[in-house]
Every structure is written in structure tokens, then in C-alpha cells.
Antibody, heavy 120, light 111 residues
């Protein structure tokens, strides 16, 4: 059974760093792209970027380029989303999801979400 | 890259059919047959309902169907049920560097 499991909710202060994780199981993790999706309260999903764990090829959406870092460790079937200096505006729900194909970018399995709250 | 445009809300009575539109441009919906639809219940992760414009993943009810004409894709829910009340988002491959873009979302209410 394919599963995507994310790390738990985080509460941080502005300026702090954060790394959240996304572990895939039940499939060959290194051969599927993983996407990170931001969803702000009451808003639609926004694709932040995708990574191919096999070789760590990473693509960022223009709005998120330079704002976050996406990485992966294929040896433990885990992808990461990282901030070096959080802002209050980073408060949101973050989902990771498996992208079925690079050229056909639908997401077939989703994690449960990680709620990030940034507040002083 | 702008989000695809969806109506904010659509409603229907149990048993009826409703259709949600998703309007893009010639850079996304109009060019690629890579439109997908997601259902999201409050506090839950999105769930894939339709991919490649018309295909349903295993386990998704055949009451859900998709179509496309020009720059507009559509999701139809037939035989509307109470459990269909949720937010629905479309998504499309795009020629820009974002790879895919989501829609603005539609809240479906079962009256």
C-alpha cells in the first residue's frame, strides 16, 4: 500500500529555521517525483516545487524560488522542505504529494499535511 | 503564472447533477490534456478524483466525470450525494516553469 506520511505540526518564531519531512512507503521512492504544496487558510493549493529523489533534480515555482529549499534522502525514502528564516507569512498548511509522472503532473498520493505556525 | 479560474460556489440538491468549470489559457488547459481534479473535505488533504481530463483513479465513483473544450475544463458530479459536499480544485500542466497550476477552488454545497 502506497503511503505518504509527513512530520508533525510546528510552532516557530519569526527568524527561526525549520525543516519538515515527508516519508514515502509502499513504492519505489527514488523513481517518483515528490511535490510540496502550500495551502494558506481559506485559499487554494499552490505548488512550491518538485524533486526527483533518484538524483535530487529539483524544480521550483518562481514564487518560491529562493524562499525555501527542497531536498531528499533516497536512502531513507524521505523528502524535505526547509526554511532558513521564517516569516509570519509562512504560516500555512504544507502538503507533500507523489507526482505520478514528470510530464503528466497530477498528484496521486498525498501526505496528511504539516501545519506551520509562525508567531512571535 | 495565474491560478486557473473556477466559480466560487456551486450547489445542487441530492440526486441532481452539477458541473464545475475551470478556465485557463492556451498556455495550460488549452494546450495540454493534463487536467486533474481534486476533492478536499475540511481539515483533510486533497484527493485525486480525475486525471488526464477524463480518467478516474481506481476507487473513485463513476458519478464523477471530466471533460474539456478549448481553454475550459469541467468536472461533472451526477447523482449528487451529501458526501460530495467539499471544495474542488482543478489543476493543469503549464508551459511556464511551474509545471502545474491549481485553480481558485469551488465550494460544492448539497442543499
Amino acid at each position: 500500500e502506497v503511503q505518504v506520511v509527513q512530520s508533525g505540526a510546528e510552532v516557530k518564531k519569526p527568524g527561526e529555521s525549520l525543516k519538515i519531512s515527508c516519508e514515502g512507503s509502499g513504492y519505489r521512492f527514488s523513481t517518483y517525483w515528490i511535490g510540496w504544496v502550500r495551502q494558506m487558510p481559506g485559499k487554494g493549493p499552490e505548488l512550491m516545487g518538485i524533486i526527483y529523489p533518484g538524483d535530487s533534480d529539483t524544480r521550483y515555482s518562481p514564487s518560491f524560488q529562493g524562499q525555501v529549499t527542497i531536498s531528499a534522502d533516497k536512502s531513507i525514502s524521505t523528502a524535505y522542505l526547509q526554511w532558513s528564516s521564517l516569516k509570519a507569512s509562512d504560516s500555512a498548511m504544507y502538503y507533500c504529494a507523489r507526482q505520478a509522472h514528470y510530464y503528466d503532473p497530477y498528484f496521486d498520493y498525498w501526505g496528511q499535511g504539516t501545519l506551520v505556525t509562525v508567531s512571535s | 503564472q495565474s491560478a486557473l479560474t473556477q466559480p466560487a460556489s456551486v450547489s445542487g440538491s441530492p440526486g441532481q447533477s452539477i458541473t464545475i468549470s475551470c478556465t485557463g489559457t492556451s498556455s495550460d488547459v488549452g494546450t495540454y490534456n493534463y487536467v486533474s481534479w481534486y476533492q478536499q473535505h475540511p481539515g483533510k488533504a486533497p484527493k485525486l478524483m480525475i486525471y488526464d481530463v477524463t480518467d478516474r483513479p481506481s476507487g473513485v465513483s463513476n458519478r464523477f466525470s471530466g471533460s474539456k473544450s478549448g481553454n475550459t475544463a469541467s468536472l461533472t458530479i451526477s447523482g449528487l450525494q451529501a458526501e460530495d459536499e467539499a471544495d474542488y480544485y482543478c489543476s493543469s500542466k503549464t508551459s511556464s516553469s511551474t509545471l502545474s497550476v491549481f485553480g481558485t477552488g469551488t465550494k460544492v454545497t448539497v442543499l
